[in-house]
């Protein structure tokens, strides 16, 4: 997937970010905080701060504990609420941390990590079937 757009309303506390299948035709929203909304644009448009901000310090404390982050996987749907997990790879095992998609995907948008979502959730929010993600 591929975060396909940010819609950011300073009017609102609800924002909407928007992925797309990399190969296909599908898209979804998200409604998102204005803060994750605000980080996310800024990762996507290189601003950095001088100092790290609360994405900045989660993707900081992953690097220095030798990790690495493989993924982001929006891996259910509950209730309209989406549920996600930052996968890591430490030491040679893979470590799924679950997350709020927002904050997800902000550390992903920093980080230049790809976005995956489960076939059941996109099959839920898309209609139809398609290849599984």
């Not at 470590?95 to 995956?116: G, H, K, L, T």
Request: glycine residues 6%; contains cysteine; proline residues 4%.
């Amino acid at each position: 997937m591929e975060l396909s757009k940010i819609m950011i309303t300073e009017t609102s506390d609800h924002q909407v970010i928007v992925l797309k299948e990399n190969e296909g035709e599908r898209s979804f929203p998200i409604v998102i905080g204005l803060n994750e909304a605000w980080a996310i644009d800024r990762a996507v448009k290189g601003i950095t701060t001088p100092r790290p901000l609360t994405h900045d310090l989660i993707g900081n404390i992953i690097e220095g504990l030798n990790a690495g982050i493989v993924k982001i996987l929006i891996n259910d749907l509950r209730n309209n609420t989406f549920y996600a997990k930052i996968v890591l790879l430490h030491n040679s095992a893979t470590v799924e941390i679950d997350s709020r998609p927002s904050d997800a995907i902000a550390v992903a948008a920093q980080r230049n990590v790809p976005i995956f979502v489960a076939k059941k959730v996109l099959d839920e929010v898309c209609g139809g079937s398609g290849n599984s993600l």
